[in-house]
């Protein structure tokens, strides 16, 4: 019986010493995560610049289809440059103004004016819109 308890302190071949694999691969996965959080941090104002510049070429591309073209929104979107999925868009008829946003980066609206066309709102009458 001494030979039998003897064999149970002995580890199997090929059984791993110390962490376990799966522990190492936690630690990996959660060390990418962080780096991909680090660089989101750091760059976060170039993001959110993309983000408005995405939203108002988008706004204005889809408002001069839709109301100078006079084609609808579904067909208009396929104007947009490919990437360009994640901008979600909506009209306004009454108002003849389409909205661009891009998730919770960005948002702009582009209004068709006689004489003018399509044209960006600024900040201010975008204000002004919400009050």
């Known amino acids: 019986m001494a030979s039998t308890s ?17 522990r190492y691969a936690a630690y990996g996965l959660i060390a990418i995560l962080a780096v991909i959080v680090l660089v989101i941090i750091w760059n976060f104002s170039a993001i959110k610049s993309y ?3 995405g939203t108002g070429y988008a706004a204005r591309v889809v408002c001069s289809c839709r109301y100078v073209g006079g084609r609808s929104l579904s067909d208009c979107e396929k104007d947009l440059e490919p990437g360009m999925e994640i901008v979600g868009l909506s009209d306004d008829p009454d108002a003849k103004r389409v909205t661009a946003t891009a998730l919770l980066l960005a948002e702009n609206q582009a209004e068709f004016r006689e004489g003018f066309g399509c044209v ?9 819109l919400e009050e």
Do not use: D
């Open 51 to 53: 983000g408005e510049v």
């Open 6 to 22: 003897a064999q149970k302190n002995i580890a199997e071949p090929g059984a791993p010493k110390g962490p376990s694999r799966l």
């Open 120 to 128: 960006l709102l600024s900040e201010a009458e975008r204000k002004a």
